[in-house]
């Protein structure tokens, strides 16, 4: 069943990782999907593979006028805009700097997170409003969270903080659309550790990067790291009509760790 039949999507952050995944998951349910970044080389290869339902857009998500370009040609191009995932995000660690407490990381660094983490979100429910509203579309907009923005995280001080305001900023946006007489929701998406390439810095590719995986997933009930395609698959399911009812809602996908105390697998007593 295509769930996603004649809607057209825009996904950013979309050359790698959880946006390549939910690029292609729109695809196969039958979208025709805008795949933004800024790596030119990345995202090309991404929307030649997905074939002729989509499309390479470059996108900065941090500057207005890239966002009313892109809006611009979505809308010369197609019927509207029915569906729009901020994913674009980066963690301050993506040139090697791992100062980010809340004593020592600085303004720049602060700055630099939110600017993609948070206005990139800002400027991407602004303009997508604009543009459903403008063609009369029934529009969902999908915000990529963080588990990070439910809970402190000491030493991704700027990452939290941007996520916790992505979680709150679509409550606001689910409001004011529905306030507005729009047919348009907002949902978050709350992923935990998703094993991307965003992990890198922090794993490595040695001999210890096995090591540091099974550290990291430790506290996790499920004692894995989750899969793009498994976040992929419950974007599939906000930006469907299934989820006509879902509005301003925030979806953990954690393997548990929100559930509570961590749980032990069970050891079976030996019966002799």
């Known amino acids: 069943m295509k769930r996603l039949q004649e809607k ?5 952050g979309a050359a790698r990782g959880i946006g390549a995944a939910i690029a292609s998951a729109f695809v196969e349910h039958g979208a025709f999907v805008y795949v933004t970044d800024i790596d030119d080389d990345s995202g090309r290869a991404v929307a030649a593979a997905l074939g002729r339902q989509a499309r390479y857009l470059h996108l900065d998500v941090r500057d207005e006028q890239a966002w009313q370009t892109a809006m611009s040609k979505v809308l010369d191009e197609r019927s509207g805009l029915h569906v729009l995932v901020n994913n674009a995000g980066i963690t301050g660690f993506e040139q090697g700097d791992f100062l980010h407490d809340p004593e020592h990381v600085s303004l720049e660094a602060w700055h630099a997170v939110h600017r993609t983490n948070l206005d990139g979100v800002f400027l991407g429910c602004k303009h997508a409003i604009q543009a459903m509203r403008s ?3 029934a529009g969902s907009i999908i915000n990529i969270s963080s588990r990070s923005g439910l809970v402190g995280i000491p030493g991704a001080a700027a990452y939290a903080s941007s996520k916790a305001a992505v979680r709150n900023h679509t409550k606001t946006v689910a409001l004011y659309c529905a306030e507005q007489g729009l047919d348009i929701r907002c949902n978050s998406i709350q992923p935990a550790a998703v ?6 810095p922090i794993l490595g590719d040695g001999p210890e990067r096995e090591h540091r995986m099974r550290e990291f997933v430790r506290d996790c009930p499920m004692r894995r790291f989750g899969r793009p395609e498994e976040v992929a698959a419950v974007a599939v399911m906000l930006a469907s009509d299934e989820a006509a009812y879902m509005n301003g ?5 954690d393997g548990g760790i929100l559930a509570g105390a961590v749980a032990s697998p069970a050891v079976a007593e030996s019966t002799g």
């Open 249 to 253: 809602a925030e979806l953990n996908l």
């Open 195 to 200: 094993l991307t390439p965003m992990w890198d």
């Open 8 to 12: 057209t999507a825009l996904v950013t």
């Open 135 to 137: 063609s009369g579309s």
